[in-house]
């Protein structure tokens, strides 16, 4: 269980992990019917008390007036802050190949990560840049 879920119950954990699972594959938070369907519940209305126990929680935020309106929000855990110039790169990149920020800022770690002999700091010497096309 991811440290973010701690202290969820089971199918609010459930439908966090569904609603996770569908911002990165389809790019959109999932509607209350996919939801509803995907934790076999028998209304909606057992999806509005989940999303209010994740907003209230800090693992969502809902935008009032809008279709699909759930925004996750990052945690201290997993939050990472880029310069804008880095951001903007790796958005023209994920736009380029059709998957997230979050995707292409990891496997370009990778790519630097898998480069190198050994993870050190070496202050003496210069900082190696993988470069991507592009």
């Given at each position: 269980m991811a440290a973010s879920h701690m202290g969820l119950t089971g199918k609010a954990r459930e439908l966090l992990d569904f609603i996770e699972h569908s911002v990165r594959q389809h790019r959109v938070p999932p509607s209350y019917e996919e939801m509803?369907?995907?934790l076999d519940l028998k209304s909606k209305s057992g999806?509005?008390?989940l999303i209010a126990q994740l907003?209230?929680?800090g693992h969502i935020r809902t935008l009032p007036g809008r279709a699909r309106a759930i925004e996750l929000q990052s945690t201290a855990s997993d939050a990472v802050m880029l310069p804008?110039?880095?951001y903007a790169r790796?958005?023209?990149e994920?736009?380029?190949c059709g998957r997230t920020v979050e995707d292409?800022?990891?496997l370009a770690v990778r790519a630097f990560v898998d480069?190198?002999?050994a993870v050190r700091a070496d202050v003496d010497a210069p900082p190696r840049v993988h470069r991507f096309p592009g």
């Open positions: 509803r369907c995907a999806i509005a008390r907003e209230e929680r804008a110039d880095l790796l958005s023209a994920a736009a380029r292409v800022a990891i480069g190198l002999p």
